[in-house]
């Protein structure tokens, strides 16, 4: 029901009237509320049905997201569903695919390199495609969200996804049928190792992946991050912020609440005094996380394999990173962690290190000058 009238003696009239009111919209109201009104019935319908239930599509997906653990994780959920997925590294990469593909729902981070989400949309609306486009974003003010409308996205999803949200979305814009879940026979109990700040029995259920899948990302995490204050005191403000909202993400995603709801404090607090207490604080809970993780994790999967490639391979492999971050290609984590193994015979830990820090902050022309550097470095060391 729609009315301008209180709605208390608007209940009280129907109730003494016999009259059922389901919902009840007040105008004047916002295109928001008449939509939460609308689908939050559907909503409530899904989560009833939903211990015994799922709900099925079918179509292709386009994931248009930089960092490959929240590749993982979102795709995960949007192939549980039924989906086709295809990923994209960052909005270039997004251009060229809708370009070449038919998709029914395009998922876009907002936050990448080399061309973000909001340009990405534009331009994708400039071709005339109307594909509905799913902004995600750890960032949930309204005025993100009119930002993202204005790039001709149809919906918000604050990361870490909420399922419910996304099954909205996916009822509203997609053909959905809701089937029977298949239980697992799992007649095995799991003794999960104990990870400070992580439930893994949770993360691994709510994945739906292989255990050892969730102990590499878990591993390369930890590796990520070993060194994040090294990363953020040399960082400026604008990296500053950049990897604060990028450990948010992937944090949020791996269900790893106290890094995630402290890095939210520290993007929320805007008193200098305060600040640098909470980023302290930040910096120890994940000096705890990370130390766990390599405690409790490393010894459940394979170790990585020791150096192998000759001088010259790797020199070619530093060349087509060179070639890479003068085009601004998007490069992949995985090059990195091969070359670092390969560069141990070579180069200090810490000149390796300061160069995974820069890799992080996508500075390309830091990196094109470590990248340089470097094949100097292997030139001038004795052969193996």
Same mark, same amino acid.
């Given at each position: 029901?729609?009315?301008?009238?209180?709605?208390?003696?608007?209940?009280?009239?129907?109730?003494?009237?016999?009259?059922?009111?389901?919902?009840?919209?007040?105008?004047?109201?916002?295109?928001?509320?008449?939509?939460?009104?609308?689908?939050?019935?559907?909503?409530?319908?899904?989560?009833?049905?939903?211990?015994?239930?799922?709900?099925?599509?079918?179509?292709?997906?386009?994931?248009?997201?930089?960092?490959?653990?929240?590749?993982?994780?979102?795709?995960?959920?949007?192939?549980?569903?039924?989906?086709?997925?295809?990923?994209?590294?960052?909005?270039?990469?997004?251009?060229?695919?809708?370009?070449?593909?038919?998709?029914?729902?395009?998922?876009?981070?907002?936050?990448?390199?080399?061309?973000?989400?909001?340009?990405?949309?534009?331009?994708?609306?400039?071709?005339?495609?109307?594909?509905?486009?799913?902004?995600?974003?750890?960032?949930?003010?309204?005025?993100?969200?009119?930002?993202?409308?204005?790039?001709?996205?149809?919906?918000?999803?604050?990361?870490?996804?909420?399922?419910?949200?996304?099954?909205? *979305?996916? =009822?509203?814009?997609?053909?959905? /049928?809701? %089937? +029977?879940?298949? $239980?697992?026979? @799992? !007649?095995?109990?799991?003794?999960?190792?104990?990870?400070?700040?992580?439930?893994?029995?949770?993360?691994?259920?709510?994945?739906?992946?292989?255990?050892?899948?969730?102990?590499?990302?878990?591993?390369?995490?930890?590796?990520?991050?070993?060194?994040?204050?090294?990363?953020?005191?040399?960082?400026?403000?604008?990296?500053?912020?950049?990897?604060?909202?990028?450990?948010?993400?992937?944090?949020?995603?791996?269900?790893?609440?106290?890094?995630?709801?402290?890095?939210?404090?520290?993007?929320?607090?805007?008193?200098?005094?305060?600040?640098?207490?909470? *980023?302290? =604080?930040?910096?120890?809970?994940? /000096?705890? %996380? +990370?130390?766990? $993780?390599?405690? @409790? !994790?490393?010894?459940?999967?394979?170790?990585?394999?020791?150096?192998?490639?000759?001088?010259?391979?790797?020199?070619?492999?530093?060349?087509?990173?060179?070639?890479?971050?003068?085009?601004?290609?998007?490069?992949?984590?995985?090059?990195?962690?091969?070359?670092?193994?390969?560069?141990?015979?070579?180069?200090?830990?810490?000149?390796?290190?300061?160069?995974?820090?820069?890799?992080?902050?996508?500075?390309?022309?830091?990196?094109?000058?470590?990248?340089?550097?470097?094949?100097?470095?292997?030139?001038?060391?004795?052969?193996?």
């Amino acid at each position: 029901m729609i009315t301008a009238h209180d709605k208390n003696r608007l209940f009280k009239e129907a109730k003494e009237k016999d009259v059922l009111v389901e919902k009840l919209l007040i105008k004047p109201y916002t295109p928001l509320q008449l939509f939460n009104v609308i689908f939050d019935k559907q909503l409530e319908q899904i989560s009833k049905i939903d211990l015994n239930s799922t709900i099925k599509t079918t179509g292709n997906a386009l994931l248009v997201e930089d960092n490959e653990t929240n590749q993982i994780v979102v795709s995960q959920h949007l192939i549980k569903y039924g989906l086709n997925v295809d990923i994209a590294n960052n909005g270039l990469e997004a251009l060229n695919l809708v370009q070449k593909n038919s998709y029914d729902i395009i998922f876009m981070d907002i936050q990448m390199p080399i061309m973000d989400g909001f340009e990405a949309s534009k331009k994708i609306r400039e071709l005339g495609i109307k594909t509905p486009i799913i902004a995600l974003s750890t960032a949930a003010m309204q005025k993100d969200k009119e930002l993202t409308k204005e790039a001709g996205m149809d919906e918000h999803i604050v990361k870490p996804m909420d399922t419910a949200i996304l099954e909205t *979305i996916i =009822f509203k814009y997609l053909k959905t /049928e809701v %089937v +029977t879940k298949q $239980i697992k026979q @799992n !007649l095995d109990t799991h003794d999960y190792p104990e990870i400070y700040g992580i439930d893994l029995e949770e993360l691994i259920d709510n994945l739906n992946l292989e255990e050892t899948i969730v102990y590499n990302m878990l591993l390369t995490y930890a590796k990520n991050y070993t060194n994040f204050k090294q990363i953020i005191d040399e960082a400026n403000l604008d990296d500053f912020e950049k990897n604060i909202h990028k450990l948010k993400g992937i944090s949020g995603n791996l269900k790893i609440y106290n890094i995630y709801r402290l890095c939210i404090e520290i993007e929320k607090n805007k008193d200098n005094e305060k600040k640098p207490n909470l *980023i302290k =604080f930040l910096i120890d809970e994940l /000096e705890k %996380v +990370t130390n766990s $993780i390599e405690e @409790n !994790l490393k010894s459940k999967v394979k170790s990585k394999k020791l150096s192998t490639k000759s001088k010259e391979d790797i020199i070619k492999i530093v060349d087509n990173l060179v070639v890479d971050v003068s085009e601004n290609n998007f490069i992949k984590s995985d090059i990195i962690d091969e070359l670092e193994i390969e560069l141990e015979e070579y180069i200090d830990k810490e000149y390796i290190q300061t160069m995974k820090n820069i890799f992080s902050t996508y500075d390309y022309e830091k990196l094109k000058d470590i990248f340089t550097d470097i094949k100097i470095k292997v030139l001038s060391h004795k052969n193996k």
